[in-house]
């Protein structure tokens, strides 16, 4: 089963001005390491939601990829923030079984 990594790794082209939202499918699965991500993308608008295991609380990152801004739970991070947002997207990337997924698009797409 290829995760998301795989599968961009397969594709010539990019669609940079993707509006869209990735999850898990179901509330009983998580990644690998027992945590869950879900992640809306608008253009470079990116909102990851991070809830570390079972019963943690959720960590609510948005991000602005052009200007390198980042807010973590409604306040304004830095570049450890940064940091730590990109390396969460990383293992989201790397570790998501594609099959595990949906994709949530907005109406007019």
């Not at 052009?66 to 293992?91: P, S, W």
Request: charged share 25%; glycine share 6%; with cysteine.
């Amino acid at each position: 089963m290829p995760t998301i990594t795989d599968y961009l790794e397969r594709v010539d082209y990019q669609d940079t001005k993707f509006i869209g939202t990735l999850a898990l499918r179901s509330e009983e699965l998580t990644l690998p390491n027992g945590s869950k991500m879900a992640l809306g993308i608008d253009d470079g608008h990116w909102v990851l939601v991070h809830q570390k295991e079972a019963g943690a609380p959720f960590r609510h990152y948005e991000c602005d990829l052009a200007e390198k801004k980042i807010i973590l739970d409604n306040k304004t991070g830095g570049e450890r923030e940064f940091a730590e947002f990109k390396q969460l997207i990383n293992y989201f990337f790397t570790h998501a079984m594609v099959d595990d997924l949906v994709t949530l698009l907005p109406p007019s797409l």
